[in-house]
């Protein structure tokens, strides 16, 4: 896997918008091609490793990022809408405000990641993990949570409405003043240590107690 830099990386998403491409990061890194800074539509990076990089306000609208190494990288801040993160490793990053809406972050890796205040709107996170990941005051409205791995994790004041929750793992989950409205709680998994919001019955949703 090739390590870039972020300035590697903007230079591979300048030659793509100048083109009209999906740009390669890795025949430009090797290559050696300098070119100037711009934001990126559609850039190809699957399986690039962006580990720790420092990637705020960054534009990757539709990119494919599918397997790609984004741990502990800071994305605060980012549009990342319609990108493809099927897969990747962002454990421990940061995307606290990022656009991320209908976002994939199907089985993805975000295992005490930061989304606080970021906008998932009918993103895709069936079977990604988000254990002890901060989410609070997150917009997940309509998004695809089935099977996802929330234990441990702050989902308070986090929009919930018509998400899909179905067999997620919400044990020892923090769910203060969330909103469910409309959500699938079906066979959702919980135990006596998740916080409910106040006066909700899960007992009524389908929700599956195991202590």
């Known amino acids: 896997m090739t390590k870039l830099t972020r300035e ?4 591979i998403i300048a030659s793509a918008r100048v083109k009209g491409e999906k740009p390669d990061p890795f025949s430009a890194y090797l290559s050696g091609v300098k070119l ?37 990288a800071d994305l605060r801040g980012a549009n990342l809408c319609m990108a493809n993160l099927c897969r990747a490793n962002l454990a421990r990053a940061n995307l606290g405000e990022a656009k991320l809406i209908k976002t994939n972050f199907s089985q993805v890796n975000l295992k005490q990641g930061i989304l606080n205040q970021a906008n998932l709107g009918q ?12 989410l609070s005051r997150a917009n997940l409205r309509q998004a695809n949570l089935s099977s996802a ?29 969330a909103n469910l409205g409309g959500a ?6 919980y135990d006596k240590g998740t916080i409910w919001p106040a ?11 195991e202590d």
């Open 8 to 11: 590697q990386l903007l230079q």
């Open 123 to 134: 993103a895709n996170l069936n079977q990604a993990n988000l254990k002890g990941a901060k």
């Open 36 to 72: 100037s800074e711009a934001e990126i539509r559609r850039a190809r990076l699957s399986g690039a490793d962006l580990s720790g990089m420092d990637l705020r306000q960054v534009d990757l609208i539709g990119a494919n990022l599918s397997e790609a190494d984004l741990s502990q």
């Open 184 to 189: 699938n709680l079906s066979e959702a998994r």
């Open 149 to 177: 791995d929330f234990s441990q994790a702050d989902l308070s004041n986090v929009d919930l409405s018509g998400a899909d929750l179905r067999q997620a793992n919400l044990k020892r989950a923090n769910l203060t003043q």
């Open 199 to 209: 006066n909700f019955d899960p007992t009524r949703t389908g929700a599956i107690r």
